[in-house]
C-alpha cells in the first residue's frame, strides 16, 4: 500500500535520526499522526525550535548569551583546568557528575580522516586560543577511547603548549564506550584516574 507524501515524508526525517530505521519510522510515525492536533502540532514546533538553539562562543555549550554560565563562572575560570569532551552529551555527563569544578571544551567530534573530519571540522584552534587566552595549566582529554580518539588525542598533545599539563582519562571507561551512556559514578572514578599524556 503507497503510504500519504506526508507521512511517507515524516518517515524519511524521522529515519535520519542515528538507530532509526524505516521500520520504526514508519511505526513511530503512524504513532504520532494519531495524536491529536493540538499535541502534534506543539510536539512540531518544539523539533522546530531547535533551530534557533545558541552556542557558547568559546566552549560550544548551549548558551542563550554570548557566554554560558559556566565560562562565565568566575571560579572555574580561575580553575586553570580545561576539560576536553567530544560533544555536548558528553559534557552534560561530565556535569551530571558534579565532580569537575574546571571548564569545559567542546571538540565537536574525533579526527577521522576516512570520514572527512580533519582540525578544521573541530574546535580545535578555538581550543588552543583558550589555553593561552585563559591562561590554562591542566588540560584534561575526557576523549572517548577508540583509535579515532586515541589519534585525536595524539594530534591534540602536539599542538598544546609545553608547559601545560596534558591528562587523559581513562580507567572504568570501557573501550568504545561513550561517556554518555556511562553512570556517573564510573565518569567519576575516571576523572579521578586520569593520567599524563
Ligand atoms: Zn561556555
Redo the contacts with the bound molecule.
Keep these: 500500500m503507497e503510504l500519504p507524501t506526508i507521512l511517507s515524508e515524516a518517515i524519511v526525517e524521522f529515519s535520519k535520526l542515528p538507530g532509526i530505521g524505516e521500520r520504526t519510522a514508519t511505526r513511530q510515525m503512524l504513532h504520532l499522526s494519531n495524536w491529536d492536533k493540538i499535541d502534534l502540532l506543539k510536539f512540531g514546533e518544539s523539533i522546530k525550535a531547535l533551530s534557533e538553539l545558541k552556542y557558547?562562543q568559546?566552549?560550544g555549550?548551549f548558551?542563550e548569551v554570548e557566554?554560558?554560565h559556566?565560562?562565565l563562572n568566575e571560579e572555574r575560570k580561575n580553575s586553570g583546568t580545561i576539560c576536553v569532551v567530544e560533544s555536548v552529551t558528553d559534557a552534560l555527563a561530565i556535569e551530571r557528575t558534579e565532580h569537575y569544578k574546571g571548564l569545559l571544551h567542546v571538540l565537536g567530534g574525533v579526527l577521522n580522516p576516512l570520514m572527512g573530519v580533519g582540525p578544521e571540522q573541530l574546535s580545535v584552534k578555538k581550543l588552543i586560543d583558550r589555553i593561552r587566552k585563559d591562561q590554562i595549566s591542566e588540560v584534561i582529554l575526557a576523549v572517548n577511547p577508540s583509535l579515532e580518539g586515541d589519534a585525536t588525542c595524539s594530534y591534540l598533545k602536539m599542538y598544546i603548549p609545553e608547559s601545560v599539563a596534558v591528562e587523559r582519562i581513562g580507567f572504568g571507561i570501557p573501550i568504545g564506550g561513550s561517556l554518555e551512556y556511562l553512570d556517573s559514578m564510573t565518569i567519576g572514578k575516571a576523572l579521578e584516574n586520569k593520567r599524563k599524556l
Excluded: Q
Aim: aromatic letters at 12%; hydrophobic letters at 35%; charged letters at 10%.
Design positions: 557558547c568559546d566552549c555549550l548558551s557566554f554560558c559556566i565560562c
